[in-house]
Structures are given as structure tokens and as C-alpha cells.
């Protein structure tokens, strides 16, 4: 609650001119933004284009921002149109896991994987992993509920769904999550969690 | 599709009311399979909570506040609406009505004496409606129009 009344106390400020303040809202939320960019994007360059895009379209909106809802959630929204309009741009492909190409990477990396021995430290790294080779909504949709900390609903207005829809996709990620830690490590996976 | 894992998942974020929980609850306590995929599922739901957060490049705030040193400092929305004018409208309205009220008595043979309640209202139509009050309120009309249509257009840029 007092993060979303200091986020609002800036707000107050960089609209009646002290534009400068706005650095503070872009270091408090750049990280998870960047994180959400990166869901989309698959790399660290576009994903980084796609946050700052964002930052920039949300100060110059700054002044609709009706102050009914967390300003995070309305962020995020503009993150998703941002990087939905910048994957439209780059026609990326966005096939899933079960594309067969995919599934030859996957299998390289999981024997060089089991070449090495097992880190319990690595576990985010294979998580991480895993949720890049989700689909862009279930990634999405996780990177929102558990980085995000988002609610099904706030989740459902970013990304222009209703909640019980998202509570269904949640379900379903979660599911596609389980089962791609499994195909990545295998036995360990037990091990990790 | 409601099968156990969703219902331990809901379970897990706390969707339940107090009936299901301790329907799952007992579940959990008594069924051996139910037991070792919830905590299969409890991990699961540690780990992605223990997700670290991905870190920008350290020229991305320096970026972003460059980007936007060009552009006009952000004004509230309510504060880009002049109630001056809305209210400057409204007079407008008001006096014309007035004028044409007070037209219309001016050039009506009401009768006050004696209470009489018929009312003559000898009104020359020929002479109120000219061409020129046409034009007037065609105007008017046309002004109303584009202030709509500007404010139609402001709220579909501000939402893009």
C-alpha cells in the first residue's frame, strides 16, 4: 500500500512539473518491466528496447492515468500492447515447444546438462529456462502472478481478459511449466524442488 | 475441467472457500497420491515464487530520461479542460434562451388586467424565422460539432 501512495505521490509531482522524479519511478519498476519485456522478446537487446519504449509511452500518457487502479498494473498493460506491437514489427516466431526444431534444441542442451553435474544453484537458471519455452500468454500470465504479484484480476486487465480466463491459463502454465522442468531435468527434477 | 491438481492449485492460492478447503484438506490427509502431488505442487509453487527479477542494462534509466528530456512535461487530463469555457458554453446557452423568451413576450399582446387567462400570443413565425437566425443556429450547430468531434479525437490519441 505505501509503495502504490509513493507511486502516486510521484505521479503528483512529475505532473505538476517535476519531471525529474520521474527516474525514480522507472529504477522502481525497471526491473520487473524488463523481466516482462524479456518474457516476449527472447532477448536482452530487444527486451531492453521494448522496456524503454514502454517507460517513454507511459510518461507521455502520464497524464490519463486515472488513479483508480496500481499504477504497476497500468505499466504492465502498456508493457504487453508495447511488446505485442514490437513482436508484430519483428514477426518473430513464437512457436511453442512442440515444435520440432525446439524440441532438437532442448534435447542438446539437456545432455550437455546431464553431462555436468547438477547445482542446486542452477535451479532458477532452469526455471528460467523453462518459462522461456512457454508461449508468450503462459509466460506471460506466470511472469505476472508470481514476479508480478499481480491478482487474477489485475493480471486479467492487463492483459485484457477476464480473471476467471486467466485463472484457467494460470492453471494450464503451470501445468506446461511442470512438465517442460521435467523434460529439462529429467529425474532431477525432484532434486530442484 | 476440474480435476484434483486444479482443485490442489486453487487450493494452494487460497481460492477455496472454507467448505472445499476442508474437503481438500482431508484429501491431503488421507489420500497417499493426493499428499505427495501436493507437495509436489507446494515446491513447485516455492520455486516460481523464488524467481529473481532480470536487471536492465546501467544506462537504462540515463536512457529512458534522455528519451524523454524532448518531449512536453505530462499534464493531468482534468487540468487540460478549461472550465472557463465549459461554463463560457453554457452562458451562451443561457442568453440565447433568454433573448428568444424575451423576444417572444416582447412581441406577444399578453394582457395582465383583469386576470384574464387567455393568453394572445400574436407571434409573427414569418419574421422570427429569417434567413439569417437560420444561418445563426446552423452555426451554432457547426461550432457544437467540431467541439465534439475535437474531443472524440483527443480521447482516441490519448488512447493510443
Redesign the interface.
Known amino acids: 500500500m505505501e509503495q502504490t501512495n509513493t507511486d502516486l505521490m510521484l505521479i503528483e509531482r512529475?505532473?505538476s512539473?517535476q519531471?525529474?522524479q520521474?527516474?525514480l519511478l522507472?529504477?522502481r519498476h525497471?526491473?520487473?518491466v524488463?523481466?516482462l519485456a524479456?518474457r516476449f522478446a527472447k532477448n536482452?537487446e530487444d527486451?531492453?528496447e521494448i522496456?524503454?519504449d514502454c517507460?517513454?509511452k507511459a510518461?507521455?500518457?502520464?497524464?490519463?492515468f486515472k488513479q483508480t487502479s496500481k499504477f504497476s498494473t497500468w505499466l504492465y498493460t502498456i508493457t504487453y500492447t508495447t511488446a505485442m506491437t514490437f513482436l508484430r514489427k519483428k514477426r518473430l516466431d513464437t512457436l511453442s515447444i512442440s515444435d520440432d526444431e525446439t524440441f532438437i534444441q532442448l534435447e542438446n542442451h539437456t545432455s550437455g546438462f546431464m553431462a555436468n553435474s547438477y547445482e542446486k544453484k542452477d535451479?532458477?537458471k532452469f526455471?528460467?529456462e523453462a518459462?522461456t519455452q512457454l508461449s508468450i500468454d503462459d509466460a506471460a500470465v506466470?511472469t505476472l502472478f508470481?514476479?508480478g504479484e499481480q491478482s487474477l484480476e489485475e493480471i486479467g486487465a492487463t492483459l485484457g481478459m477476464a480473471p476467471n480466463t486467466i485463472?484457467?491459463k494460470?492453471?494450464r502454465a503451470?501445468?506446461r511449466?511442470?512438465e517442460k522442468?521435467q523434460y529439462l531435468l529429467k529425474d532431477e527434477v525432484?532434486e530442484?524442488? | 475441467m476440474n480435476t484434483i491438481e486444479q482443485q490442489l492449485w486453487d487450493y494452494i492460492d487460497g481460492n477455496l472457500d472454507a467448505a472445499q478447503q476442508k474437503i481438500i484438506q482431508e484429501k491431503i490427509n488421507n489420500d497417499v497420491e493426493v499428499n505427495l502431488l501436493y507437495e509436489e505442487l507446494l515446491s513447485l509453487n516455492l520455486s516460481f515464487s523464488t524467481l529473481d527479477l532480470e536487471e536492465p542494462s546501467m544506462s537504462f534509466t540515463r536512457n529512458i530520461m534522455e528519451s524523454i528530456a524532448l518531449e512536453p512535461a505530462p499534464v493531468a487530463l482534468k487540468t487540460k479542460v478549461n472550465i472557463n469555457i465549459v461554463y463560457g458554453i453554457a452562458g451562451c446557452f443561457v442568453a440565447a434562451l433568454l433573448a428568444l423568451v424575451g423576444y417572444v413576450l416582447y412581441h406577444s399582446n399578453l394582457q395582465f388586467s383583469s386576470f384574464d387567462t387567455k393568453v394572445n400570443l400574436n407571434i409573427d413565425w414569418n419574421e422570427l424565422i429569417s434567413p439569417f437566425t437560420i444561418y445563426g443556429f446552423l452555426f451554432v450547430d457547426l461550432v457544437i460539432g467540431l467541439v465534439f468531434l475535437d474531443y472524440l479525437l483527443r480521447k482516441k490519441a490519448a488512447h493510443k
Do not use: M
Request: a positive charge; zero cysteines; hydrophobic letters at 45%.
Open positions: 512529475i505532473l512539473g519531471t525529474d520521474y527516474s522507472v529504477k525497471q526491473r520487473f524488463f523481466t524479456l536482452r527486451a531492453e522496456a524503454q517507460f517513454v510518461y507521455k500518457a502520464l497524464g490519463t535451479s532458477y526455471l528460467n518459462i506466470i508470481y514476479q485463472k484457467v494460470l492453471h503451470r501445468q511449466l511442470k522442468l525432484k530442484l524442488l
